[in-house]
């Protein structure tokens, strides 16, 4: 079965039963897409804005989505986690080039418990975890030999023993209230399937739009 025969099975169940669960439709997309892309399927653009207005845009990890949103987690010291806590909305895309498929989604932006970002953390190599103490994202570097010397201290500082989530180091889930599902077609003439509802946790309606 080629690509555009696993799109129309797609799109059928958004129709569907899909139609009044978009998270079900995500779940087949998705693991559609850890089976073409070679790497990072779960990655994802992040827009926020600064307090002018002006959007910012830069590639994330989709770590997580349930009923309750879609998880990513960041140092919130970094231009994204300033532009979060200004203004607690965003949008993301997810672009799969193997499949000719996207997801949009848009809506409000609450933190993960620490709970959470906890359990995150400590599933991290523990050199990732070494480097979100080392490195004060989004500042100024006067050179790359800076940062190799924070990180040689920060593991001199932890030696072999555990390493604790760094208290600037949080999860953030977008609450969606719009969904987009693209795909592809000849001539250009697109599928769009919306779903968009009023708050999170509020039923979803369905439509389609022209290309």
Sequence with gaps: MDVLDDTEIAFDAGEGIG???PL??????????????INDANAMALATCDKTGLPNVRMVLLKGFDA???SFYTNAESQKGGELAGNMQAAVVLHWKSLRR???????????????ADAYF???PRASRIGAWASQQSRPLESRLALQRAVVQES?????????????WRGYRLQPTYMEFWMDKPFRLHDRLVFERDTP???????????
């Excluded at 072999?160 to 600037?168: E, F, M, S, T, V």
């Excluded at 946790?201 to 290309?211: A, I, M, T």
């Design 24 to 37: 079900s439709l995500f779940a087949e997309w998705l693991k559609l897409a850890e089976s073409k892309e």
């Design 68 to 70: 309750g949103g879609f």
């Design 102 to 116: 996207q997801v949009r989604l848009r809506g409000r932006i609450v933190p993960v418990t620490d709970n959470e």
């Design 19 to 21: 139609g009044e669960d």
């Design 201 to 211: 946790g509020s039923s979803w309606g369905s439509r389609k739009l022209f290309p």
């Design 156 to 168: 001199a500082r932890f030696a072999i023993g555990p390493i604790p989530r760094p208290p600037h």
């Design 122 to 124: 400590d599933t991290r």
